[in-house]
Each structure stands twice: as C-alpha cells, then as structure tokens.
Nanobody, 116 residues
Framework: QAQLVESGGGLVQPGGSLRLSCAAS??????????MGWYRQAPGKQRELVAS???????NYHESVKGRFSISRDNGESTMNLQMNSLKSDDTAVYYC????????WGRGTQVTVSS
C-alpha cells in the first residue's frame, strides 16, 4: 500500500528557514510518474496547494510563497523536499505531501510554527 511520511517541521522565528521532506513508499506508488505537491492547512482554513513539481521537474508555486519556497524531488529515492526561507507567521500550518494526479491516503503531516 502507498504511504506518505512528512518530516522536518518545527518551531522557528519569523525570517527563519526550514526544510521539509516527504518519503513515498509502496509498490503501488509510481512516484516518478506523478506530479507531486506540498499542501498546507492552517486552523480554520481549507487545505491549499503550496507548491508542485511534475515528473519532468517543472515547478509551480502559490503566489504567497513565490521567491521564498523551493520544491525539489529525487526520483531515485522517491523523496520530495520543500525548502522554506524567510518564513512568516502566516506560513504556520500542518504541511502534507501528495500526488496531484491521484490522492493517496494522507500522511500525518508535519507541523510548522512560525512565532517569536
């Protein structure tokens, strides 16, 4: 069965940086063929797509994170990363990874808290 495990979250001050990781596994998960994305959900808000990356490496970002976040993937390791710089309090949320082609079971996510 396909599994997604997010890691790398934590508590940082405004202006700080974090690097999130997503590990995909399972024989049914054709990672290298999928467009993958990072989502986030803040309290009282709907889940939103933050960044995505296609199988060929084309990237797209939500306007609110352009110039600050960078998404990458390693098809050999079936992993994906999100480098987050110049973090703001509005970035506080639980971050999840998943495919944009087919939604697999959501992982537990990783908490990112930006606060002084």
């Amino acid at each position: 069965q396909a599994q997604l495990v997010e890691s790398g979250g934590g508590l940082v001050q405004p202006g700080g940086s974090l690097r999130l990781s997503c590990a995909a596994s399972g024989s049914t998960f054709q990672f290298r063929r999928m467009t993958m994305g990072w989502y986030r959900q803040a309290p009282g808000k709907q889940r939103e797509l933050v960044a995505s990356i296609t199988d060929t490496g084309s990237t797209n970002y939500h306007e609110s994170v352009k110039g600050r976040f960078s998404i990458s993937r390693d098809n050999g390791e079936s992993t994906m990363n999100l480098q987050m710089n110049s973090l703001k309090s509005d970035d506080t949320a639980v971050y999840y990874c998943n495919s944009l082609n087919v939604w697999y079971a959501w992982g537990r996510g990783t908490q990112v808290t930006v606060s002084s």
